[in-house]
């Protein structure tokens, strides 16, 4: 009933056959089931892949937390995100606005001036920081975003690379 | 021996034999700047990849953020990468190094993969047919877990790889030369060997 050979057991120096191939097809399926990839996670790569940049620098998500804030109308939560690259920190805290967009500061480290652009579904704003590396997007459309920070001018040593993080979701 | 596998009738994707190829093709179009290409590679092997990031034991969140990494990564290397091996070793290699990052950060750890394979998701009642191909997953959910941790690893991540890349994943996860591809292997082997030798060979 089960997978068998008419020989006896299966060596592990035969080749592949069809069994074996029909045999992992199975633990696909099982895998499948077991421990499903998030439906949304290749659409969300696909958004943080669609980058006008050529040369970047990827910012890996080095914490995450979730406070709450006393707002005026019961509890709201507060997010405080860290990005870090090889050059790079890039903090955030997202707060919620009353008419439903996110408000989102952040903060560069080391500091520096530089051209922000905060990329979701529907727009993409751009602003800069100042000197010493706190900008601010005051409303931001809630869903999918993700965060480029534009290479440093030419007359810096940073080069010009572009530092993006992944897509996130406000 | 030809015929049904362990589940019914062996279903071969009609992408399968071609998968490799196709993935080569999208590759070049990915390099020359076409964003749909690199998009249906996305779509085509981030499956394998969850696999791996999960089967080091993170947390679902801590798997999709290795994930986004590992893409965002590979838009910045895509110059050095010409064929399909070459690209499913790299992204393999990179998902494992990611994701050993992410616990040797210490970020919210949870040892997913030990409850993982102690229960199968519950499909509820069904036909009897449903019935038999949930006793059937069984049989071969029983087998996988009396595999060593580096066997399931293997042909759990190994079954979401296109073919003819198989040696190329085994080498990216550090298994040894003919773990699998073109020879069956040994980790293989022993699955047959004790799915051969049925439900009273696994301890219930």
């Known amino acids: 009933m089960m997978v068998s050979d008419a020989g006896g057991r299966p060596s592990a120096d035969e080749p592949l056959d069809d069994a074996d191939f029909g045999l992992l097809d199975d633990i696909r399926r099982l895998f499948e089931a077991a421990d499903p990839m998030p439906n949304d996670l290749p659409e969300r790569i696909r958004f943080s892949l669609a980058l006008r940049d050529l040369e970047i620098e990827v910012a890996r998500l080095a914490a995450e937390e979730d406070r709450p804030v006393l707002a005026a109308r019961g509890a709201e939560q507060s997010r405080t995100i860290t990005f870090d690259s090889d050059s790079l920190t890039i903090m955030i805290r997202i707060d919620a606005n009353r008419d439903g967009t996110v408000r989102v500061d952040g903060w560069l480290a080391p500091p520096q001036r530089r051209e922000i652009e905060m990329k979701t579904a529907a727009e993409a704003l751009t602003v800069a920081s100042d000197d010493q590396g706190r900008f601010a997007f005051p409303r931001v459309l809630r869903g999918t975003a993700q965060l480029v920070v534009r290479p440093a001018g030419q007359e810096s040593s940073g080069g010009g690379r572009s530092v993006v993080t992944p897509a996130l979701i406000l | ?204």
């Open chain 2, 1 to 204: 021996m030809d015929g049904p596998g362990p589940l019914g009738p062996v279903t071969v994707r009609a992408s399968q034999p071609d998968r490799g190829a196709r993935i080569a093709g999208l590759v070049s179009a990915a390099r020359e700047g076409n964003e749909d290409a690199l998009g249906q590679i996305v779509t085509e092997l981030s499956p394998l990849l969850w696999q791996v990031a999960r089967a080091t034991g993170l947390s679902s969140g801590d798997a999709e953020d290795v994930l986004q990494t590992v893409w965002l990564r590979l838009v910045a290397h895509l110059d050095d990468i010409h064929d399909s091996a070459a690209l499913i070793g790299w992204l393999v290699t990179t998902a494992k190094r990611e994701a050993w990052r992410v616990h040797a950060a210490g970020r919210k750890q949870l040892p997913a993969d030990q409850e993982l394979l102690a229960e199968l998701p519950d499909q509820g009642p069904g036909s009897d047919e449903q019935v038999i191909l949930d006793d059937q997953r069984r049989m071969l959910w029983v087998a996988i877990g009396q595999l060593s941790k580096r066997c399931q690893d293997l042909l759990r991540i190994i079954a979401f790889a296109p073919r003819p890349d198989y040696a190329a994943v085994a080498a990216a996860l550090g298994m040894p030369v003919g773990s699998i591809g073109p020879t069956r292997g040994r980790c293989l082997a022993k699955l047959r060997a004790l799915l051969a030798s049925g439900p009273e060979g696994s301890p219930r």
